[in-house]
């Protein structure tokens, strides 16, 4: 069982180009979640998705960022116009439908992330 | 913000000894708290939890106390082998979904 899979791993961006980072959740998960960490800092909640519906995006920031999770395919952090401050490590997570996981903390599993610079 | 606190960023402990990691939050909603464990270039894996109605939870060498009235968790690791070199993470939820984060504490296992 494949665990949660980012790609790239690593990309690179000018100033003003868009980002798109991919995130495929562990098989029967329905939820994914994205967090961004900046150096020096913790994991910031980003937003939470359910397939083709966004549960929570109160961590999003209002311009420039979207997220989809298509019916079929990969979740999609979507980053257009990127700017220096948006140079970071982003983490997709994927947990099954509530009620469905097993013990507290078996239910969030992380991918390797995706590291994002902005020249 | 900044609702899960770690205000050790760094921890230096000689191998066999315990190491002790704090955590405090502010928010009392909170009624799950877990530490991840992230080595570079990977993502946290999870490492303990503990839920907001115990004080107390072992696995192995890891326990996690909670002290509810303090809003304080600590996570205890003994005894520490150079394998548990990584940063720490303390998280905290109140729902199923989002985890609120602290800074992390990067633990260095000295021989």
């Known amino acids: 069982n494949a665990g949660v899979m980012q790609n790239p791993r690593h990309l690179v961006r000018r100033r003003g180009q868009e980002a798109r980072l991919r995130c495929s959740p562990m098989?029967?998960?329905?939820?994914v979640y994205w967090y961004r960490q900046l150096p020096e800092e913790g994991l910031k909640f980003m937003v939470y998705?359910?397939?083709?519906?966004?549960?929570?995006e109160s961590g999003m920031p209002k311009e420039r960022f979207s997220a989809e999770f298509p019916k079929e395919g990969p979740s999609i952090l979507r980053i257009q116009q990127v700017v220096r401050g948006d140079s970071a490590a982003y983490f997709c997570?994927?947990?099954?439908?509530?009620?469905?996981?097993?013990?507290?903390?078996?239910?969030?599993?992380f991918g390797p992330g995706t590291r994002l610079t902005v020249t | 913000d900044q609702q899960v606190k770690q205000n050790s960023p760094s921890l230096s402990v000689q191998e066999g000894r315990i190491s002790i990691l704090n955590c405090d939050y502010t928010?009392?909603?909170?009624?799950?708290f877990l530490w991840y464990k992230k080595y570079p270039a990977e993502g946290p894996t999870f490492l303990i939890s503990?839920?907001?109605?115990?004080d107390k939870n072992e696995d192995g060498r890891f326990t996690v106390f909670l002290n509810k009235s303090a809003k304080h968790l600590s996570l205890h690791i003994v005894p520490s082998q150079p394998g548990d070199s990584a940063v720490y993470f303390c998280?905290?939820?109140?729902?199923?979904?989002?985890?609120?984060f602290g800074a992390g504490t990067q633990v260095v296992v000295t021989p």
């Open positions: 997570a994927s947990s099954p439908p509530p009620g469905l996981a097993g013990p507290l903390g078996e239910q969030w599993y």
């Open positions: 098989k029967g998960h329905s939820h």
């Open positions: 998705l359910q397939k083709e519906n966004i549960i929570d």
């Open positions: 928010n009392s909603m909170f009624d799950y």
């Open positions: 503990i839920s907001s109605i115990k």
């Open positions: 998280a905290a939820t109140d729902s199923w979904g989002k985890l609120q």
